[in-house]
């Protein structure tokens, strides 16, 4: 039979004068002396959204300290997961060290550290480290990694600092960088690299696909990504911008690979505005260089591209609508052209 306990001025007295209150369960619950309890067995520990399982946990009430053994798991209220072999933590789980430890950020992206030590319950400094969003274990290395000295999470500022980084692919060191940052996957928007991606197609080969996200002010920002495989250099952008009146969004890439001579690009781009007088503006831009692109990449399944212009304008008593479309067919059987027929029309 589980025993439930509820920590608060004997165990955790800070805690329970900032009118916090700790749970302890466990399946067993005993008080060695007058100043150290011990927890044995599917141990819990819950604290103002922190849940911490462990195999068994001591409180010495002298030194204020945590001593855990694991396996442990920790579990914030953002969705951060700790977990390691050993820990000692003070009540609250804001300082102390963890060893043989491994952080979860959303679900994306994993840390594996010999020690991890918090403090201020703000900063995890991790040491001998390596970050990936694939799986870390076996003896088989990850598709891809970032192996450092020491890495540094901020987590207030949502922000990952790397310390003689090597970034490597399936073992292989590609670059180093003495130091480098990474946003937390948590983190909505700030420049800096994002989570690499892999792709592996029968025309491009295993490449590797590295985004770098870049703020320009609160309404604008553009994402770089650089796409390397044997058989293809790409860059891809993405930019975004948000005015008073609408928003404009681009999306295009441009590569050398050796599909084809020459260089290959492709550009969408559409807009969303509001004019004077109730009227509407909106547009889209479909555009590629070559027929047969955006499916030799993966972009799009399309094989008719439309680009168009439309004007509404609406008021309680008329309705005006002007629109001219383009289309492009990617069909080599097909040809391209304006009309109201076969493949564009023009309406007014």
């Known amino acids: 039979m589980r025993i439930l306990a509820l920590l608060l ?14 749970t302890l369960v466990a399946d067993s619950v005993a008080l060695n002396g007058q100043d150290q309890l011990i927890a044995q067995g599917n141990v819990e520990v819950l604290y103002q959204g922190t849940r911490l399982q462990a195999t068994a946990i001591t409180y010495d009430q002298p030194t204020d300290r945590l001593t855990i053994s694991g396996p442990i798991v920790i579990r ?20 102390g060290m963890l060893q043989s430890a491994r952080l979860v950020l959303d679900q994306q992206l994993q840390i594996a550290a010999n020690q991890i030590d918090r403090a201020n319950g ?7 480290t390596t970050a990936s969003s694939c799986q870390i274990c076996g003896d088989r290395p990850p598709l891809w990694e970032i192996r450092a000295e020491r890495v540094i999470h901020d987590q207030l500022e949502k922000q990952l600092y790397f310390e003689n980084a090597f970034f490597r692919i399936r073992g292989v060191p590609i670059f180093w960088l003495p130091r480098m940052r990474l946003p937390d996957p948590t983190l909505t928007r700030a420049t800096g690299f994002l989570i690499p991606e892999q792709r592996n197609t029968n025309q491009l080969g ?20 650089p796409y ?8 891809e952008l993405i930019y975004r911008q948000a005015f008073v ?3 404009l969004r681009a999306e295009g890439a441009i590569s050398d690979d050796s599909l084809q001579d020459g260089s290959r690009s492709y550009l969408f781009a559409e807009g969303r505005f509001r004019l004077p007088r109730q009227t509407q503006l909106r547009f889209d831009i479909e555009a590629v260089s070559d027929p047969a692109y955006l499916l030799d990449y993966g972009y ?6 439309d680009s168009a212009i439309d004007l509404l304008r609406v008021s309680d008593t008329a309705l005006f609508n002007a629109n001219l479309t383009y289309y492009q067919t990617l069909r080599a059987d ?7 027929t076969d493949c564009g029309r023009v309406a007014l």
């Not at 001025?9 to 700790?22: K, N, R, S």
């Not at 914030?76 to 820990?87: E, F, H, K, M, S």
């Not at 390397?228 to 860059?235: F, N, Q």
């Not at 097909?334 to 109201?340: E, G, P, R, T, V």
């Open 76 to 95: 914030t209220p953002d969705g951060t997961i700790l977990t390691a072999a050993q820990a000692d933590l003070d009540p609250q789980l804001q300082n």
């Open 122 to 128: 703000r900063y995890l400094q991790l040491y001998k």
């Open 9 to 22: 001025f004997w165990l955790l007295p800070g805690i329970a004068a900032a009118q916090g209150a700790a």
């Open 206 to 225: 295993f490449g590797i696909k590295v985004p770098y996200f870049i703020t320009l002010g609160d309404h604008r920002d553009v994402t770089l990504t």
């Open 300 to 305: 799009s399944g399309k094989d008719r591209l």
């Open 228 to 235: 390397l495989s044997s058989e293809t250099r790409t860059l």
């Open 334 to 340: 097909k040809i391209q052209c304006l009309s109201a």
């Open 245 to 247: 009146t609408g928003t």
